[in-house]
């Protein structure tokens, strides 16, 4: 009886003492925040979501706001469109939605609200037209693709009685798209995800783990502790990004050299035979949007989102230069071939699809040698770049919006 007695007290102990742990660990965690930001600001700004796959949560965060409804700008927006008002929203991933850069080895200055495209945008419009009101509204959703923001735009955009939907996307497909023609096989290809299937194993998995696939969610949004561990997880991982991705074969084991991509086309030649194959699924989803946007007599401006590993070297800065670099490295031989391969063939397919209500447009390239910093890494933009995709937005923006 006494060893029962003494096993009993020392499991208590035990769970006495994590608990404790655990309470302090986050408690100094809040502490550090406090110090460090000088608030508690909400820590996970995504949620799972039926419909979209995960959306925006809103909320007060350390470099944005989220509104109530969902879009990334610090206040509401109403249903009818202010008087005298032209009313144009920002659809896209990480980039459209103004996310700091990925290689923190470069130091990437975060992007506040006055950096991002819409913002710039807006200020373009209001400079040039003094006598209307403009509101740009940023929905971009970090990681989105295209089938979700077609869903955003049809069953909510919509409703705001926009003037003008502009969609800065590509990136967030092509690089699913390099999976190759086996992502046609799957019984859903669009919904793997790691976000949809995190919400897929809390919502449908009745095995012991279940409890802890929904600790993972939970503890993510409400422990500053355990957001910050699997935050430092995430960096590590992004300064182990300079090698080619070993464990992502599709990419290929080599650094990509502009000089060699020749010979990469030969030695890839079955690969890309592949890429072919699969690239319709993203293909038609343009041409699902084109038929919605005439459909709904709505006007959408699609253009093919900035590429680092499309610049031509002679037109970055001397840091754009060394972030490109390290993205061939990063990215491999064959994955920054398959990007260069199959962004231009995207854009051809935008060609033929513009009409009254939908215009493609090709914005791959916008480095114009002027020795600026616009890149943060191989897609996201310092705040000067994202001002320079606003003013090559703008002219088509102002056209479509008959402006004069």
């Known amino acids: 009886m006494a060893i029962k007695s003494s096993t009993k007290s020392n499991l208590i102990l035990?769970?006495?003492?994590?608990?404790?742990?655990?309470?302090?660990?986050?408690g100094a965690s809040r502490l550090f925040y406090y110090l460090r930001w000088g608030e508690l600001y909400d820590s996970q700004w995504m949620?799972?979501?039926?419909?979209?796959?995960?959306?925006?949560?809103?909320?007060?965060?350390?470099?944005?706001?989220?509104?109530?409804?969902?879009?990334?700008?610090?206040?509401?927006?109403?249903?009818?469109?202010?008087?005298?008002?032209?009313?144009?929203?920002?659809?896209?991933?990480?980039?459209a939605f103004g996310t700091n850069g990925l290689y923190p080895q470069f130091d990437p200055v975060p992007l506040e609200y006055e950096d991002t495209i819409d913002y710039h945008m807006q200020k373009i419009l209001q400079d040039r037209y003094p006598g209307l009101n403009f509101e740009v509204i940023n929905a971009g959703v970090s990681e989105s693709r295209l089938y979700q923001e077609i869903t955003l735009f049809r069953e909510k955009l919509l409703n705001f009685d926009p003037d003008l939907v502009v969609f800065l996307d590509g990136h967030n497909d092509i690089s699913f798209l390099t999976l190759g023609s086996s992502i046609s096989e799957w019984a859903a290809p669009y919904w793997n995800t790691r976000h949809t299937d995190r919400g897929a194993r809390v919502l449908n998995s009745s095995s012991v783990m279940g409890p802890f696939?929904?600790?993972?969610?939970?503890?993510?949004?409400?422990?500053?502790?355990?957001?910050?561990?699997?935050?430092?997880?995430?960096?590590?991982?992004?300064?182990?990004?300079?090698?080619?991705?070993?464990?992502?074969?599709?990419?290929?084991?080599?650094?990509?050299r502009i000089a060699d991509e020749a010979q990469l086309v030969q030695k890839y030649a079955e690969q890309l035979q592949d890429l072919d194959e699969v690239l319709p699924l993203y293909l038609d989803q343009l041409g699902d949007l084109a038929a919605i946007a005439t459909?709904?007599?709505?006007?959408?401006?699609?253009a093919l989102q900035p590429e680092l590993v499309i610049e031509e070297p002679a037109q970055l800065s001397a840091r754009d230069t060394a972030i490109?670099?390290?993205?061939?490295?990063?990215?491999?031989?064959?994955?920054?071939?398959?990007?260069?391969?199959?962004?231009?063939?995207?854009?051809?397919?935008?060609?033929?699809?513009?009409?009254?209500?939908?215009?493609?447009?090709?914005?791959?390239?916008?480095?114009?040698?002027?020795?600026?910093?616009?890149?943060?890494?191989?897609?996201?933009?310092?705040?000067?770049?994202?001002?320079v995709v606003a003013e090559n937005l703008y002219p088509v923006v102002a056209e479509m919006l008959e402006l004069k």
Not at 50 to 57: F, K, T, Y
Not at 238 to 243: F, K, Q, R, S, T
């Open 295 to 302: 459909a709904r007599k709505a006007k959408v401006l699609y």
């Open 14 to 26: 035990v769970l006495v003492s994590t608990i404790m742990a655990l309470v302090l660990l986050e």
């Open 213 to 256: 696939y929904y600790a993972d969610i939970y503890l993510g949004r409400v422990s500053y502790f355990y957001y910050g561990m699997t935050s430092l997880l995430q960096e590590l991982q992004n300064l182990a990004g300079g090698e080619a991705d070993e464990s992502n074969p599709r990419w290929g084991s080599d650094s990509f």
């Open 47 to 95: 949620r799972y979501s039926m419909r979209l796959g995960w959306e925006l949560q809103p909320g007060s965060y350390l470099r944005f706001d989220i509104n109530q409804q969902g879009f990334r700008r610090p206040t509401d927006v109403s249903l009818e469109v202010p008087e005298n008002t032209v009313r144009v929203f920002l659809v896209g991933g990480s980039t």
């Open 324 to 387: 490109q670099n390290f993205t061939f490295q990063h990215h491999g031989d064959f994955g920054t071939l398959g990007w260069r391969y199959m962004a231009p063939r995207i854009s051809a397919r935008l060609e033929k699809l513009s009409n009254e209500y939908f215009r493609g447009m090709e914005m791959l390239t916008i480095a114009d040698g002027s020795g600026e910093n616009i890149y943060t890494d191989y897609c996201h933009l310092t705040s000067r770049g994202n001002q």
